[in-house]
């Protein structure tokens, strides 16, 4: 372990994601963590993020970063449709990666130049299903090939409240039997998250990855601490739907819930089937009122766990009128501090995007893969690609390696 080494931080992109990584990246402890170049894709912005954060060089061509011999690893903090072809030249650069979620979407790459937005949406899912897991498998042969780690940036599987729950699921020595888990909140306000072609989906791909991506982690873990093999999933049943479209949404002046959903769903559910006969249910949504509602149940054969990355009752706020708290932060998606609420002390902390920029520093410090690696971001898209087959077919789908 080297704990002098300087590890040396590209950022790809300077948007909302890249924010949380300065603040995460900015308290890492017990190494000497820098973001030490920034690209994204106006100068504006770039420069904008370089000196909020005191970041030395800033791009507009993300290749000139990863030119930089200062630069360990990357983060991508990019649109879907850019985790495919920049990780693949970081890693023929020589960088580690980490990439966010979802590690790959089905945005119409594969069609002609100038393909419409509505021959997008309507690609046969069983095909979006296939190339998103080349996608995913190609963004893992690539890091493999060129000697460096691919990261999952899934914040899940690193908060405290989950990362307790393994603990002591793994002393426990239980069976988990049944996962119940699901993100939903009242709906992104990014124009772009409406439209297939700029997101591969909807709520089951966009919030749908954090459940799925911590309920595949903790099979996996279990099958290894057991046998010493991964328990995996092997089917797959789906709804999705649209709920701003249920009559009488809307109607007021300020509609409370995010409308205007073009081509993606705004609701998903969906069970799965692990290889041993357990079975997880998830759900997302983006029309759900009162705050981030990230939560986890874990059913085991000898206990139980109830895990709530948001909202939790560290503490809990009563103020008679908004202005009482006056622009204070609440918590993400609270649409109002006003009568009972639950401040979070650290949101950062709560989420795992914390220590989970200190296990991919670390990781590249001591030359160790990270806990959540592409081969489970590959998993994540077979799950959700699947799951898209199995709503639009009404049928329980196999999920073949
Ligand atoms: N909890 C989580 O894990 C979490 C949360 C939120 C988002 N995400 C993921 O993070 C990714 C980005 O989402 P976001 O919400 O941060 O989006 P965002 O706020 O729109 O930011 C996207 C950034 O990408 C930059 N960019 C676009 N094209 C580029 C290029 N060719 N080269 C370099 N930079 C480029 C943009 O540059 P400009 O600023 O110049 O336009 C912008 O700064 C998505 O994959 C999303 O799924 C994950």
Same mark, same amino acid.
């Given at each position: ?68 011999? &200062?630069?360990?690893? @990357? ?8 985790? #495919? ?7 023929? =650069? ?26 997008? =949406?309507?690609?046969?899912? #069983? ?36 990362? #307790? ?12 039997? &049944? ?71 809307? &109607? ?5 819930? $995010? ?28 029309? $759900?009122?009162?705050?981030? &509602? ?102 329980? @789908?196999?999920?073949?390696?």
């Amino acid at each position: 372990m080297d704990r002098q080494k300087q590890v040396g931080i590209g950022i790809i992109g300077a948007g909302f994601l890249a924010e949380t990584r300065a603040r995460c990246y900015a308290q890492v402890s017990g190494y000497h963590a820098r973001l030490v170049a920034v690209a994204a894709r106006t100068e504006a912005s770039a420069a904008s993020y370089a000196q909020r954060h005191s970041v030395p060089k800033s791009f507009t061509n993300y290749h000139e970063l990863l030119a930089l011999p &200062e630069v360990d690893m @990357v983060d991508l903090c990019v649109p879907n449709h850019l985790h #495919r072809p920049i990780a693949e030249a970081a890693a023929a =650069a020589g960088k580690h990666i980490v990439c966010t979620k979802p590690l790959t979407a089905y945005v119409g790459q594969d069609l002609p130049a100038g393909a419409g937005e509505q021959e997008i =949406a309507q690609v046969d899912r #069983r095909h979006m299903l296939a190339v998103a897991t080349a996608d995913a498998q190609a963004m893992v042969e690539a890091a493999r090939r060129a000697g460096v780690y691919l990261m999952y940036g899934e914040n899940w599987i690193y908060a405290p409240a989950i990362t #307790r729950a393994a603990g002591l699921i793994k002393a426990s020595g239980g069976a988990i039997l &049944e996962m119940r888990g699901g993100e939903c909140h009242s709906g992104s306000h990014s124009p772009y998250s409406k439209i297939w072609r700029y997101t591969g989906g909807g709520a089951l791909l966009r919030l749908g990855a954090h459940p799925i991506g911590a309920m595949l982690y903790l099979k996996q873990q279990e099958g290894l601490a057991r046998a010493g093999q991964p328990i995996l999933p092997v089917a797959v049943s789906a709804e999705v739907g649209n709920l701003s479209r249920v009559p009488g949404v809307g &109607e007021a002046e300020k509609p409370w819930i $995010v409308t205007g959903w073009q081509d993606v769903e705004n609701w998903a559910a969906l069970i799965l089937t692990f290889d041993d006969g357990s079975r997880a249910v998830v759900y997302a949504s983006d029309a $759900v009122l009162g705050g981030m &509602e990230s939560r986890l149940e874990i059913f085991l054969s000898n206990s139980q766990f109830k895990c709530n990355l948001s909202p939790h009752n560290m503490v809990q706020a009563y103020a008679p009128h908004p202005d009482i708290f006056g622009t204070e932060y609440i918590m993400e998606k609270a649409s109002t501090s006003a009568g009972w609420s639950t401040p979070l002390p650290n949101e950062d902390w709560s989420s795992g995007h914390l220590a989970m920029c200190q296990d991919f520093v670390a990781a590249v410090a001591e030359n160790r893969p990270a806990q959540a690696d592409g081969n489970l971001g590959l998993e994540v898209i077979q799950v959700v690609y699947a799951a898209y087959v199995a709503a639009v077919t009404g049928q329980r @789908v196999e999920i073949t390696r």
